[in-house]
């Protein structure tokens, strides 16, 4: 899982002196186009009039004059759900670094990786934080194309009350707790009710996806085709991001018998996570070739 990754990502850079970082300048020269690439893009935005690459805030030396603080993991996640910023010269790629969109809407963070091709900066490995209006300005970008970012609750609700029943999770192995769905599908983690409750906020992962639950889908063993996974927001016509293992977050993942998460287990397993952006009322479902099966569900803390 990715997840496994952050502390370890995060914890080396807090070893980084960022919050005294004097504003010198890098040998710099004209941005001439900035390339953005990320979870939900099928291919790299190309910013390139200067209008734009001043409201993203990477047009020049002004990245480096706001050092900061290294963000909470708990609410940027880690380095799969940034999105990778290569800044380009008239000569080629200049450097790289992986932007933080805020997933509540205050200023977000540049980490800052160092040039390409070669060479050291004093600015390598370095937090930055950026102006509000820079994160506004990349999701427009990232909207354009075709990229939608669940709005976020800074705070977790309760579970939600009144949302339409479904049947309960029943047990269909004694490898793993009850499932919810039908043959040849499964996902193991709801509770009766059925609900999803994410735990503790002050200790569950938050990204620009939403809230993150972990849960297990399993396959039935003689099932041997593939099994596409949707699921969205009863209320608000918003789709839910699943991220299957070590993949890239995604809204309808596909899961594929031949290749299981977990090697060698008598059910094809598939470790992931599911991203509940705020308390509410949501589906999810399985699909299959001649068949599928919906289950509604309440979310919450």
């Given amino acids: 899982m990715t997840h496994a990754l952050q502390y370890s990502f995060l914890g080396r850079l807090a070893l980084l002196p960022t919050a005294g970082l004097?504003?010198?300048?890098?040998?710099?020269?004209?941005?001439?186009?900035?390339?953005?690439?990320g979870p939900g893009l099928a291919r790299p935005i190309e910013v390139a009039d200067a209008h734009t690459l001043r409201a993203l805030g990477v047009s020049g030396r002004a990245l480096f004059s706001a050092p900061g603080k290294e963000p909470s993991p708990q609410v940027f996640g880690d380095p799969d759900y940034a999105y990778v910023l290569t800044?380009?010269?008239?000569?080629?790629?200049w450097d790289?670094?992986?932007?933080?969109?805020?997933?509540?809407?205050?200023?977000?963070y540049i980490f800052y990786t160092g040039l390409v091709g070669g060479g050291t900066s004093a600015f390598?490995?370095?937090?930055?934080?950026?102006?509000?209006?820079?994160?506004?300005?990349?999701?427009?970008?990232?909207?354009?194309?075709?990229?939608?970012?669940a709005p976020v609750q800074s705070s977790l609700s309760p579970a939600a009350q009144g949302?339409?029943?479904?049947?309960?999770?029943?047990?269909?192995?004694?490898?793993?707790?009850?499932?919810?769905?039908?043959?040849?599908?499964?996902?193991?983690?709801?509770?009766r009710g059925i609900t999803l409750y994410v735990g503790n906020p002050k200790w569950v992962t938050r990204t620009q996806y939403g809230w993150t639950r972990?849960?297990?889908?399993?396959?039935?063993?003689?099932?041997?085709?593939?099994?596409?996974l949707l699921g969205g927001d009863l209320r608000r016509s918003m789709p839910l991001w699943f991220q299957i293992g070590t993949?890239?977050?995604?809204?309808?993942?596909?899961?594929?018998?031949?290749?299981?998460?977990?090697p060698e287990a008598i059910w094809p397993?598939?470790?992931?996570?599911l991203f509940i952006p705020r308390a509410g009322c949501y589906f999810v479902k399985a699909r299959w070739p001649g068949g599928m099966w919906q289950r509604t569900f309440a979310a919450g803390r």
């Fill in 247 to 262: 993949s890239a977050p995604n809204t309808a993942p596909v899961l594929d018998p031949q290749l299981p998460g977990v």
């Fill in 22 to 37: 004097a504003p010198t300048k890098p040998p710099l020269p004209q941005v001439s186009k900035v390339l953005i690439s």
């Fill in 96 to 108: 790289r670094m992986y932007y933080y969109l805020n997933p509540v809407g205050g200023s977000s």
């Fill in 163 to 191: 949302c339409p029943p479904a049947p309960p999770p029943k047990v269909i192995s004694p490898d793993f707790g009850p499932a919810t769905g039908s043959a040849p599908v499964g996902a193991i983690s709801f509770s």
């Fill in 214 to 228: 972990k849960n297990l889908w399993v396959i039935k063993p003689s099932y041997k085709q593939t099994v596409t």
């Fill in 269 to 273: 397993q598939y470790p992931s996570y």
């Fill in 124 to 149: 390598d490995e370095r937090w930055f934080r950026v102006a509000p209006a820079s994160g506004r300005t990349l999701r427009r970008l990232l909207a354009a194309h075709g990229v939608r970012l």
């Fill in 87 to 93: 800044r380009y010269t008239a000569a080629g790629p």
